[in-house]
């Protein structure tokens, strides 16, 4: 049974690029959520996807953006990267779009922006 | 607002004694809590679920709820090298109206165990 995946796994952009992650939830799960999560701090949500559609979002700018397709896959993209968008940034799937269902973490993307 | 709050660590404890990690949450309406373990460099590992008051005991690891305190948290019994790590203490909660959840995070606490 696949856990979630997420690709690449490393990432150098320079300011003001694009970037696009992507991310596989595990078997079974149709939820998928994004995180941020900066040296040293916990993770921060940024959104989450659950049949096609951002259902909720965190405090980030619209510079972020995501889609969800039908195989429950998903992707992030970062437009006018910034220093500031370096970061871990995790996929977590969780099942049947249910409230307190838990939620499991792919291994992440380091994104680096010079 | 909803904050989660975690001991400042970092925490050191020797092989074979008890860990002891805590957290509060500001939201009265949270309804599950968790406990996610982090090694240096990797992804959050879900370890522990808890959703009503009292105990939960998995293995070496116990999660505490008090819901009316607003606190929770994890114990290490025989803690081990291999369980330094930092340690995020993580609630969920739905917006109004959703019925779906977001996690909210701690800082986290680090803990060394040494032999």
Redesign the interface.
Same mark, same amino acid.
């Given at each position: 049974d696949a856990g979630v995946t997420q690709s690449p796994t490393h990432l150098i952009k320079t300011r003001g690029q694009q970037v696009t992650l992507r991310c596989s939830p595990k078997s079974g799960h149709d +939820?998928v959520?994004w &995180?941020q999560q900066a040296l040293? =701090? #916990?993770?921060? !949500?940024i959104f =989450?996807y &659950?049949e096609e559609e951002e259902? =909720?979002r965190?405090n980030f700018p619209d510079r972020f953006s995501g889609h969800q397709f039908p195989n429950y896959s998903s992707e992030l993209n970062v437009n006018a990267l910034l220093l500031g968008d370096s970061a $871990?940034y $995790?996929c977590?799937s969780s099942p049947q #779009? $249910? +409230? &307190?269902?838990? =939620?499991? !973490? #792919?291994? #992440?993307t380091r994104l680096t922006v010079l | 607002q909803k904050e989660v709050e975690q001991n400042s660590g970092p925490l050191s404890v020797p092989e074979g004694a008890i860990a002891s990690l805590n957290c509060t949450y500001s939201d009265r309406v949270s309804q599950s809590f968790f406990w996610y373990r982090q090694y240096s460099g990797k992804s959050p590992e879900l370890i522990m679920s808890i959703y009503s008051n009292g105990d939960k005991e998995d293995g070496r690891f116990t999660a505490q709820l008090n819901k009316a305190s607003q606190y929770v948290s994890l114990l290490i019994r025989d803690s081990q090298p291999s369980d330094s790590a930092t340690y995020l203490c993580a609630v969920i909660q739905a917006d109004r109206g959703s019925t779906l959840g977001r996690l909210y995070f701690g800082r986290g606490t680090q803990l060394t165990v040494w032999p």
């Open positions: +939820t959520s &995180y040293g =701090q #916990g993770p921060q !949500f =989450q &659950y259902r =909720q965190g $871990l $995790l977590a #779009g $249910l +409230t &307190y269902n838990e =939620q499991f !973490f #792919g291994p #992440g | -």
